[in-house]
């Protein structure tokens, strides 16, 4: 259940981010109520996350997956360029998340 909990941060998180820059500086009230709602929602189920992972654990997935998310939104929507600097980067954050799930002992399995 705190993967589920977990997932739905990220979605939260990463939707509040999406409305961002549509919100203009929190001048356009709907995309501003839903990265304020987003936050609170992504807050939320990631203090519920915390119950039984590890604070370490959870951010770095949640922060992770993220970043890469962020981006590939950005890049598909926004038209934000992506070189190679960035794609090797991501893929560093993949990798070290992937890392600490599967080999570090500080993860909760």
């Known amino acids: 259940m705190h993967y589920l909990y977990l997932l739905t941060a990220i979605a939260a998180e990463v939707t509040a981010t999406t409305f961002m820059k549509p919100s203009e500086g929190f001048t356009k009230l709907v995309p501003s109520l839903v990265v304020v709602a987003g936050y609170a929602v992504a807050f939320y189920f990631l203090s519920l996350t915390l119950r039984t992972l590890p604070t370490g654990i959870a951010y770095a997935i ?39 799930n599967l080999f570090s002992k500080a993860s909760a399995h």
């Open 62 to 100: 949640w922060s992770g997956v993220g970043v890469v998310l962020i981006t590939a939104i950005a890049w598909i929507f926004q038209g934000q360029k992506l070189d190679a600097a960035a794609i090797l980067g991501m893929s560093l954050i993949v990798a070290g998340v992937v890392v600490l």
